[in-house]
T-cell receptor, first 115, second 112 residues
Framework: NAGVMQNPRHLVRRRGQEARLRCSPM?????VYWYRQLPEEGLKFMVY????????ESGMPKERFSAEFPKEGPSILRIQQVVRGDSAAYFC?????????????FGPGTRLTVT | QKEVEQNSGPLSVPEGAIASLNCTYS??????FFWYRQYSGKSPELIMS????GDKEDGRFTAQLNKASQYVSLLIRDSQPSDSATYLC????????????FGRGTSLIVHP
């Protein structure tokens, strides 16, 4: 049973470019969460999605950041016009529908470096 | 404001000892509790989940939950150098949007 998959694992962007991070949940999981982790800091929640629906985006910056989880294909976290402060590790986690289990399983992460 | 607090450490224990990691939380309605292990440069890995007061054991790991005192602990018996990592506590308020709040983690060092 494949785990959560994320790609790319490392991404380098220049200031002002766009970054697209992809996440495929674990088989049987329909809920996806995105987190950001800065060096020496904790995990910060960004957005919670299920297929074709954003459940909670309270942790997402209002500008430049967007997320989607289409009916087909991976979930995508998109950062437009990246700035140096966006450099961080971005983790995706997936879970079964709440009620089945509340356990989240993390992907390997995408390390974004903005130069 | 829901908060999850952990001592950042580092907690240093000798090989073979019991490591005790603690976590307190502010939201009395919290129902689901998790411990994750994160090696440097890697992603968090789920170790244990606990939902009821008391102890839950899995191999060398024991999670302890005390809802009245609002704390959850992780004990690691017979600690090994390979247990050296950061341990993250996460708490979910059931009935909300199932988004866990993570503590900042406790760094554990197991020295030979």
């Amino acid at each position: 049973n494949a785990g959560v998959m994320q790609n790319p694992r490392h991404l380098v962007r220049r200031r002002g470019q766009e970054a697209r991070l992809r996440c495929s949940p674990m088989k049987g999981h329909s809920h996806v969460y995105w987190y950001r982790q800065l060096p020496e800091e904790g995990l910060k929640f960004m957005v919670y999605l299920q297929k074709e629906n954003i459940i909670d985006e309270s942790g997402m910056p209002k500008e430049r950041f967007s997320a989607e989880f289409p009916k087909e294909g991976p979930s995508i976290l998109r950062i437009q016009q990246v700035v140096r402060g966006d450099s961080a590790a971005y983790f995706c986690a997936s879970s079964p529908p709440p009620g089945d289990s509340y356990e989240q399983y993390f992907g390997p992460g995408t390390r974004l470096t903005v130069t | 404001q829901k908060e999850v607090e952990q001592n950042s450490g580092p907690l240093s224990v000798p090989e073979g000892a019991i490591a005790s990691l603690n976590c307190t939380y502010s939201d009395r309605g919290s129902q689901s509790f998790f411990w994750y292990r994160q090696y440097s440069g890697k992603s968090p890995e789920l170790i244990m989940s606990i939902y009821s007061n008391g102890d839950k054991e899995d191999g060398r790991f024991t999670a302890q939950l005390n809802k009245a005192s609002q704390y959850v602990s992780l004990l690691i018996r017979d600690s090994q150098p390979s247990d050296s990592a950061t341990y993250l506590c996460a708490v979910i308020l059931t009935g909300g949007s199932y988004i866990p709040t993570f503590g900042r983690g406790t760094s554990l060092i197991v020295h030979p």
